[in-house]
């Protein structure tokens, strides 16, 4: 058995060395990469430190048309079974206190050296510097039209796996470019927009928070409605906000093009719980509102709200009157900017988009339509937010279809 693998990131890599074992009976496994080195977008996953996967995984977490699609495939392949399979190949994880998991060594390069050693050893064929232009299916095979060093080729595989990404950070490779021939195929393929990426807003006075970083809970309206909301980290920009607290929710602009949106920023909504125990009892509350405050945001930004509420810095906690608390909280709170555009590709980390789910089947990703093509990663719709829960998926889905793979050539 002849396969085929085009994409050599995660979850292409992952496939090849699921599917090695057809290589001990005679078959081969090609893995073809268009730059001159694999692993290139792994390697700034995790701000370079990799986030492999996280405890909190959910279906809900994912934007997936079909949460039932994402509940099979994460009870297929869950933490346990990824974290195992990574222990295997020499990556040893560890768990930092949020539930987020990263490689013992800290780094993404080291993963990407074990990656290739463990692909060497393994007899994986690694194409790299080779763009394979289109594909298509003729007399049961597939054919690959491959272009290396301007020398224009046409091989033929028995089995293919589809690991090209979507057409976030196209500087790294990831172009879009095989979606046409999956169209031809007959798959669906469903608008693909940046996702994880900057919010661009009319930031109005809070141009003055420009450069500081707070953890808060954003939230993202339509006409009134709430599309979505997260909790995380953000900084405030020139343009807008950028970070995990609002690039999770980065894709619902894309989604709603002309459609005059709006993000809600909750700067205390971490730490109301406490401030309100203080404030429950006025009588009994000590120092001032600015000291209170204090405990959990920076100077700059406490002068800041409280100006914006037209109240006093000296105020003391058992002086504040209710009109006052109100008009602190809807600054701190409740505060609504217009969304004026999001993060394009370049600077977005995935993208919603691609094959839809349901033509893929996602206990083995191997296509309802297309008997023998595999779809992994990015490929098909499906996006995570921040904290390991793409690359989990990208891992796990190409872990999968080798699975699936080895286990037809032990059937033949």
Not at 332 to 342: L, Q
């Amino acid at each position: 058995m002849k396969i085929a693998v085009i994409g050599a990131g995660a979850a292409g890599i992952m496939a090849a060395l699921r599917a090695a074992p057809v290589t001990q009976v005679g078959g081969t496994v090609s893995l073809f990469e268009h730059n001159q080195t694999i692993g290139r977008k792994l390697l700034v996953t995790g701000s370079g430190r990799c986030n492999l996967t996280n405890d909190a995984l959910d279906p809900s977490l994912y934007h997936c048309a079909d949460p039932e699609w994402m509940a099979s495939f994460l009870d297929r392949l869950g933490v346990a079974e990824l974290r195992d399979w990574l222990e295997r190949l020499g990556i040893p994880t560890f768990k930092t206190d949020d539930g987020w998991y990263y490689p013992l060594s800290q780094s993404a390069q080291s993963v990407v050296e074990i990656l290739r050693e463990r692909l060497e050893e393994a007899g994986i064929l690694m194409r790299v510097a080779t763009k394979v232009e289109w594909f298509g299916l003729k007399d049961d095979q597939f054919e690959l039209k491959l272009n290396w060093n301007e020398q224009k080729t046409v091989e033929r595989f028995d089995k293919l796996v589809v690991a090209a990404g979507g057409m976030a950070y196209p500087d790294l490779g990831s172009r879009g470019s095989l979606f046409s021939s999956l169209e031809r195929a007959g798959h669906t393929i469903e608008t693909i927009i940046p996702a994880l990426g900057p919010i661009y807003v009319e930031l109005g006075a809070f141009k003055a928070l420009k450069g500081l970083r707070f953890d808060a809970v954003t939230s993202i309206y339509k006409d009134g409605e709430r599309l979505g909301s997260t909790f995380g980290n953000l900084i405030v920009t020139e343009k807008g906000f950028n970070g995990p607290g609002v690039m999770n929710l980065s894709h619902y602009v894309g989604l709603h093009p002309g459609k005059e949106l709006q993000l809600q920023v909750n700067f205390l909504a971490p730490f109301w719980e406490g401030m309100a125990e203080e404030l429950a009892d006025l009588e009994k509350a000590k120092g001032s509102l600015r000291g209170l405050l204090l405990r959990a945001l920076p100077p700059k930004a406490v002068d800041f709200l409280m100006s914006q509420a037209e109240l006093d810095p000296g105020t003391p906690i058992k002086g504040v009157e209710g009109e006052q608390l109100l008009r602190l909280l809807r600054v701190a709170t409740d505060n609504r900017f217009k969304i004026t555009g999001a993060g394009d590709f370049r600077n977005s980390q995935v993208t919603v988009g691609g094959v839809a789910v349901g033509e893929v089947d996602p206990l083995t990703f191997e296509s309802r339509l297309v008997p023998g093509l595999y779809l992994v990663g990015e490929t098909n719709n499906v996006a995570g937010p921040c904290g390991g829960f793409n690359l989990h998926y990208a891992f796990g889905s190409g872990f999968l279809a080798g699975k699936h793979l080895t286990s037809l050539q032990n059937n033949t």
